[in-house]
């Protein structure tokens, strides 16, 4: 069931993560044909890693080449029917597979896609199906080692996972219809935002429509912009004549003014572009998106300008994979580790480094978190071949993710080897709007951005500065402490023309052995410097982060991975912190006076005091007085085990596509975290779900690391309850339940939200030479046979009346001032009552907003208006306050528009509406310029 006002024409959308048969390894003859025997296949579902690997990545002694390791071809089966016939169009929708793809529909080889393992494709499958019938569907995913796609044949710090590890849908559609971004610099939807100002911007948007029919097709396309709450606050129609198999792109512009929001990490406001086609007058597909309007730039002295106001970016990189489960992440993974980056107040995330999933990015949008994006590579390159698929890999990348306003700058760059004059001029070609980044690092390349706009470069030892370029330190050193992060964060704010400094790494992740056989490049397989741990527990420096960067108070103790040998460490955003020792005050302090840490907001607090048993308590003041404060026990023994689940504020889906991450944290008798314990947890569960184990990668019983625990439980097929238990030898049991739901695998329902297209009437009123305002109806007249108007988008009758003699003034003079055009006319009364009455109203509330700026100087602008409202609620009168600081000049508004009043009201249908203004002020000219009348409910 679709919400109200949600128009899909033919369109459908059917997410295929469930239900897929799977084998490992190739076979011959391909297991490709409608026969073949799958049943002793495993069942599986989508996003799926072939082979799960262990904490530490099977201790494979293999280098970060990765010829061999996980190198496997893959092979996945599905019966699917579909519900259409040949008058449709039918394509199969991948967001990315590891690495090359094979297809396979009914026996028939329908294609392959060998260009990237990190960027989405689709195929086109309509002439493979039988329609209404059941199809077999055969996908060969081939992740062995290639010479041509990147970052293969070279080594890297991330290892390839193989497999289906992103969704997978069906689209069906008419064969009038919008095409997919990826197929062309003109296709799909291309939305920018070419004027952002203050208060008003400008949106541009393209749309390729196809006509794969054999005859001319009269196209229209109605597209709504769409606000926050769901109304259309514009409509923008246009039609053309589309050859037979040909395309056509319809190229629509508005500016917003009224209900206009930027989008910024403080205030991530987005719209929602919905564009319905038309095959004459009826509705064939449809397509919906969301932008924001933001500016930014670079300019001396200021580093990095957002919406006019500097802005300094803090954050972190983010790899992709989970352990275990490598890079078969659901959905609710990434909006969850993104909220993490969010709530510990990172403005700015690098994905690195590789084209990264969909939902990250949706997610980054929606919680105001910049996004610097890259194509898969890492140090090396190839040949002819291989850069040709890096840039198309690129062109893809981008051209899915360009709507985003959360994305500001596109890697034009090698990792390591700085800015590469291909990827910069490929990267420029599909969105000159948008920064790029050289991806350099101090020991080699050019030491300024090259051919990019920013050099973004590496910095572990305290390298030197460009002499004038831009720099975003896009890697620096971390430690659980926070005293790394906070020495470079420092650093590099230091210096006006840096913007940027993001820390490697936001959480753990797995990496090979390097190609060097070298103790000083020994490596374990899981690094130990994120942020967050690889099963994104928060570690310390989290905490500074929080401290530095959100605004709330905040005060908190490290715990003893960090509070140790004769220094506690306390984090806090207030001016001064007192720690005490089970109620006895040990010091009060200001932040750490370091040079080191002089322009961070809120340095760390580092108390030299030896902890060695009790009860820590630190409380933060501001301006003296008590803002907030934290309490932290001495560890003691293992006591008992407490059960989390890593998110519990999203669905969880049953039939195993979405799974949870089930954490097991050993407390003491206090509910102190016992972060030295060495325990193993032994999982179990029972009800509705299974854990995630082969029994091969030592899961479980699970290792603790920093006194957490953690295993993977995804849902059985059906819904219901699911109860996790952990023991220990020695400890408390913990158990902990939760609920799957059934999984909607209509991937446009899920998503689509109500649509409430009330027209907006924008009505301005004046005498015969009135000037009208641009856009907006114009109701002229100069006698009293002219008091009646019918709106044109609504057939609301609206009548005005006086007990006096009612004025028109339009003598063509003009005013100054945002809708000047609507003040500088109107009708006026020299005394008395003025009213407004409507009818032929729908049932509803309304929104209306009234002007009344005299252009007689016979009396001063002000809030002196009465007005009432009569409706079915019965009647209501208030003294106008709208407007805060009168006006003084008759002729001028300065920045804001006319002198006006802001009423609702409600309306049964039937009977009119009145609104009648009065003026407090006996003197003068009480006066009416226009409204504008739109329902919101």
Not at 593 to 618: C, E, M, Q, R, V
Request: with cysteine; charged share 25%.
């Amino acid at each position: 069931m679709l919400p109200t006002g949600f128009e899909v024409g033919n369109r459908t959308k059917t997410n295929l993560n469930l239900g897929w048969k799977f084998h490992l390894g190739d076979l011959e003859p391909h297991p490709s044909s409608i026969n073949f025997d799958d049943s002793n296949w495993e069942n599986v579902s989508v996003p799926h890693t072939p082979q799960l690997v262990s904490y530490e990545l099977d201790s494979i002694k293999e280098t970060w080449v990765q010829e061999k390791y996980l190198r496997d071809v893959s092979w996945y089966r599905k019966k699917l029917k579909i519900e259409a016939d040949n008058s449709q169009k039918i394509f199969l929708e991948f967001e990315a597979v590891h690495n090359a793809t094979e297809l396979w529909v009914n026996g028939k080889k329908v294609g392959n896609y060998a260009v990237n393992g990190y960027t989405p494709f689709h195929f086109d499958i309509s002439n493979f199906v039988q329609f209404g019938q059941e199809n077999t569907i055969a996908i060969k995913a081939d992740n062995t080692y290639n010479q041509t796609i990147a970052p293969d044949p070279h080594r890297t710090d991330y290892v390839k996972f193989g497999g289906l590890y992103r969704d997978v849908y069906l689209v069906t559609t008419n064969k009038l219809h919008v095409n997919f971004n990826w197929e062309d610099f003109d296709a799909g939807v291309h939305i920018t935002t070419p004027t952002v100002n203050k208060n008003n911007g400008t949106v541009t948007i393209k749309t390729t429509v196809k006509n794969e029919n054999n005859t001319a097709k009269k196209s229209k396309i109605i597209t709504n912009i769409i606000n926050n709450d769901g109304f259309v606050i514009k409509k923008l129609i246009s039609e053309t004549s589309i050859a037979a198999n040909s395309s056509h792109t319809f190229r629509q512009s508005t500016t917003v003014e009224d209900d206009y929001h930027l989008w910024s990490p403080d205030s991530p406001y987005l719209y929602r572009v919905n564009s319905v086609i038309y095959d004459n007058e009826t509705p064939v597909d449809f397509v919906e998106n969301k932008f924001g309007f933001r500016k930014f730039s670079l300019e001396k002295g200021k580093g990095f300008v957002l919406n006019g106001e500097p802005l300094f970016l803090v954050g972190a990189n983010r790899h992709q994979n989970y352990p275990n489960i490598g890079d078969a992440v659901p959905n609710s993974f990434h909006y969850n580790e993104a909220l993490q980056y969010k709530k510990a107040g990172m403005n700015i995330i690098r994905l690195s480094h590789y084209t990264q999933d969909d939902a990250f990015i949706k997610a980054c949008d929606e919680l105001g978190i910049f996004v610097y994006e890259e194509p898969s590579t890492w140090i090396e390159w190839g040949d002819d071949m291989w850069f040709e698929n890096l840039e198309q890999a690129t062109r893809t990348m981008i051209r899915n993710h360009r709507n985003h306003p959360s994305i500001i700058v596109w890697g034009a760059g090698i990792n390591h080897r700085g800015p590469v004059p291909r990827m910069q001029t490929v990267a420029k070609e599909e969105d000159p709007f948008r920064l790029t980044a050289s991806a350099s690092a101090p020991w080699d390349g050019p030491k300024n951005e090259g051919v990019t706009d920013v050099h973004a470069t590496m910095d572990y030892r305290r390298t030197e500065f460009p002499e004038s370029a831009f720099t975003m330190v896009m890697e620096h050193g971390s430690s659980p402490n926070a005293e790394v992060n906070q020495f470079h964060i420092s650093r590099y704010k230091g210096n006006k023309n840096n913007f940027a400094a993001i820390t490697w790494l936001g959480a753990d992740y797995n990496h090979l052995q390097p190609d060097i056989v070298d103790d000083q490049w020994s490596r374990d397989f899981m690094t130990t410097y994120g942020v967050l741990s690889p099963y994104r527990v928060p570690k310390p420096v989290y905490y500074w982060y929080q401290s530095e960067l959100v605004k709330k108070p905040i005060v908190h103790i490290a715990d003893e991975t960090a509070s140790k040998d004769g220094k506690v460490r306390v984090f806090s955003n207030c001016q001064e912190v007192e720690l005490y020792q089970d109620g006895k005050l040990i010091a009060k302090q200001f932040p750490d006076n370091d040079i080191t840490k002089t322009n961070l907001n809120h340095p760390s607090f580092t108390f030299k005091y030896n902890w060695k048993n009790g009860t820590l308590k630190a409380v933060g003041y501001s301006n003296g007085e008590k803002a907030t404060e934290f309490v932290r026990h001495k560890e003691g023994k293992p006591h008992h085990i407490r059960i989390d689940f890593n998110i519990n504020n999203q669905p969880f889906y049953a039939g195993g596509s979405d799974i949870r991450l089930v954490y097991a944290t050993i407390l003491d008798e206090n509910g102190e975290v016992v972060t030295q314990t060495k325990n193993e947890i032994h999982f179990s569960v029972s009800g509705a779900g299974e854990l995630i184990d082969n029994g091969k990668i030592y899961a479980n019983p699970a290792l603790v690391y920093n006194g957490v625990a953690a295993i993977y439980v995804k849902g059985t097929d059906k819904p219901g309850t699911l109860t996790i238990t952990a023991k220990a030898n020695g400890l408390k049991t913990g158990k902990a339940s939760i609920n799957t739901v059934d999984f909607n695998t209509n991937e446009i329902a899920n998503h689509a939200k109500a649509i409430y297209d009330f027209p907006i009437e924008r009505v301005d009123i004046g005498g015969d030479k009135q000037l009208v305002q641009f856009e907006w109806q114009e109701w002229t007249g100069s006698s009293n046979n002219e008091l009646k108007h019918k709106l044109k988008d609504t057939n609301i009758q609206v009548e005005i009346s006086a007990d006096q003699t009612i004025n028109w003034l339009g003598n063509g003079t003009s005013m100054i001032g945002d809708l000047s055009f609507v003040g500088t006319d109107g009708v006026y009364i020299e005394s008395g009552e003025l009213s407004l009455k409507l009818t032929n109203l729908k049932a509803g509330e309304y929104a209306i907003e009234t002007f009344h700026h005299a252009r007689k100087s016979d009396i001063k602008l002000t809030n002196e208006i009465e007005v009432s409202v009569e409706d079915v609620d019965g009647s209501f009168s208030r003294i106008s306050d709208d407007h805060i600081v009168n006006y003084y000049d008759n002729d001028s508004s300065g920045e804001r528009n006319p002198l006006s009043i802001k009423s609702t009201f409600k309306s049964d249908g039937t009977n009119p509406v009145v609104l009648k203004f009065k003026s407090i002020n006996q003197k003068g000219t009480l006066w009416l310029n226009g409204f504008i009348l739109k329902q919101i409910k």
